[in-house]
């Protein structure tokens, strides 16, 4: 049960039926695992390590323990001990590919982006087909500009896991920094496709229409979030900003306003409603000295 919840992203619901099961066998270490990896889903890491304290001691010699202990000390802040961790491992595990991970992103945690295409290089040449490999050779390959190699790693990607809902999500990404905006639309619409819930394909969607201004298109799919979870700030933002762009600014003001209430220090959005309320509204307009007590 635990685990078909964890398939399903349902973190928390997985947490209750993996705590039962070590509760019913103390011993159970797969279970005390499968709690480190929900742990960390939801970026509980010192919960994740305690879980992993408690697996180790009933499951040895496996790497993917290790592996997860070490990506929770990057969750932490703690680099050090993370790259301790991984290079532990590449020396009883030299193949092991989620330690080449780990430690290409220590690599772009401290800006060194060469170094991190050289360890995903490492890690795609043991596994020629690894999805996480090949889409972050292609994110890296672009920002390093070298456009040929990200077109070649993200369609290998597409070609690899044409069923894979988050391929298509950094496919449609890549186009529109490469600024293939029709490209991108029908990447991103086949990702929703394939995974109907995929909030993240529908931002970059709505991101989409709104730079190709389709406004009005960009904010029914803010709408739709919205309704989704009230509670995502970016899709008040930027159906305010399409609202502006369609100059209906009472309501770009109002929706930034809901937009505030739930993140009260997102400055990007301030910036916007305070900026558009100085060109809008009247020096007595009540609703200034309400904006103003922020700061």
């Known amino acids: 049960e635990g685990k078909e919840l964890q398939l399903e992203e349902d973190w928390y619901g997985a947490i209750e039926y993996f705590t039962e099961a070590t509760r019913q066998n103390s011993s159970y270490g797969e279970a005390y695992f499968k709690l480190a990896e929900c742990f960390y889903a939801v970026d509980e890491y010192e919960l994740a390590l305690d879980s992993l304290a408690s697996a180790s001691k009933y499951i040895k010699n496996r790497s993917d323990l290790a592996n997860l202990e070490g990506f929770c000390y990057i969750g932490l802040g703690d680099l050090s001990k993370a790259e301790e961790v991984f290079s532990s491992i590449l020396v009883s595990f030299p193949n092991d590919i989620d330690a080449r991970f780990g430690l290409a992103e220590l690599n772009i945690l401290k ?54 809902a988050e391929v298509y999500y ?19 619409r086949t990702a929703i496709h394939l995974k109907k819930n995929f909030d993240e394909a529908y931002k970059l969607l709505a991101d989409i229409l709104y730079k190709s201004q389709r406004f009005e298109e960009c904010i029914e799919i803010c709408k739709y979030r919205i309704a989704l979870n009230r509670d995502e700030s970016s899709a008040w933002y930027l159906r305010g900003l ?10 770009a003001l109002s929706y930034w306003q ?18 558009l309320a100085l060109e809008i509204t009247d020096i007595e307009d009540p609703r200034r000295e309400e904006w103003s007590l922020y700061h």
């Open 111 to 164: 800006g060194r982006v060469s170094g991190a295409e050289k360890e995903y290089k490492q890690a795609l040449s043991r596994q020629n087909t690894n999805k996480k490999a090949l889409l972050s050779l292609a994110l890296v390959s672009n920002e390093l500009g070298n456009q040929t190699a990200t077109n070649n790693y993200i369609n290998q990607a597409l070609k690899y896991h044409s069923g894979n």
């Open 170 to 188: 950094f496919a449609a990404y890549l186009a529109i920094q490469q600024g293939d905006l029709e490209q991108a639309e029908s990447r991103v």
């Open 242 to 251: 399409a609202s502006k762009a369609l100059n209906n600014f009472e309501d």
């Open 258 to 275: 809901t937009g505030l209430d739930i993140d009260p220090q997102d400055e990007i959005m301030r910036s916007a409603l305070e900026l």
